[in-house]
């Protein structure tokens, strides 16, 4: 199993242009979601998904939109990029059903909005 | 909002030195994780913990759930080198499998 996968791993970015982040899993999970890094605030969730044509707003959802079509794929779309968006992009999947469940992270994508 | 308040956010200790990490919240959570996170890479679980009072141990790593399940620690005794990294706690956000991090606290063991 390759597990969560995220492309790319960097980006850069001007103001204003709109860019999609990839996120997979292959472990079948229903549960997706999508993190931001910043230094000093941990990381705080963007949107979620808790199955295939459902999603929902995380603590800091302004400036990004989420789609699930399938139980694989989840991807992040930034509409129009801005300089506060830059930050490095953790996707997620696990379980539901108990709310102890592991969460497992993809690597990464590296994101540089100037 | 469930906030996870982390301290300290940073550490930095020799090793062979003992360290105590604090989650605190003024909520309620079912659970809390403690997840341990390398440079260029995500975080990787190292326990949950869900009873009040519950106290796991991973090798030396030991972390324990308050009572009124509002706080977690996690105590290393003996530090080593390979323990550098950014330590995160977690709680999932009342029934909505949401799961919300802490600040998380940096820590840096040197030889």
């Known amino acids: 199993n390759a597990g969560v996968t995220q492309t790319p791993k960097f980006q850069v970015l001007k103001t204003g242009q709109s860019m999609t982040l990839q996120c997979a899993q292959d472990?079948?999970?229903?549960?997706m979601s999508w993190y931001r890094q910043d230094p000093g605030m941990g990381l705080r969730l963007i949107h979620y998904?808790?199955?295939?044509?459902?999603?929902d707003q995380g603590e800091v959802p302004n400036g990004y939109n989420v789609s699930r079509s399938t139980t694989e794929d989840f991807p992040l779309r930034l509409l129009s990029a801005a300089p506060s968006q830059t930050s490095v992009y953790f996707c997620?999947?696990?379980?539901?059903?108990?709310?102890?469940?592991?969460?497992?992270f993809g690597p990464g994508t590296r994101l540089t909005v100037l | 909002t469930q906030l996870l308040e982390q301290s300290p956010q940073f550490l930095s200790i020799q090793e062979g030195e003992n360290l105590t990490v604090y989650c605190n919240s003024s909520?309620?959570?079912?659970?809390l994780q403690w997840y341990r996170q390398e440079p260029g890479e995500g975080p990787v679980l190292l326990v949950t913990?869900?009873?009040?009072?519950e106290v796991k141990k991973l090798k030396r790593l030991t972390f324990q759930f308050g009572d009124a399940r509002k706080d977690s620690s996690l105590h290393i005794t003996a530090a080593q080198p390979g323990d550098t990294g950014l330590y995160l706690c977690?709680?999932?956000?009342?029934?909505?499998?949401?799961?919300?991090f802490g600040q998380g606290t940096t820590l840096q063991v040197k030889p």
């Open positions: 909520s309620v959570f079912s659970s």
């Open positions: 472990m079948n999970h229903e549960y």
């Open positions: 998904s808790v199955g295939a044509g459902i999603t």
């Open positions: 997620a999947s696990s379980y539901v059903g108990a709310l102890n469940n592991e969460q497992f």
């Open positions: 977690a709680g999932y956000s009342g029934n909505t499998g949401k799961l919300i």
């Open positions: 913990v869900v009873t009040g009072g």
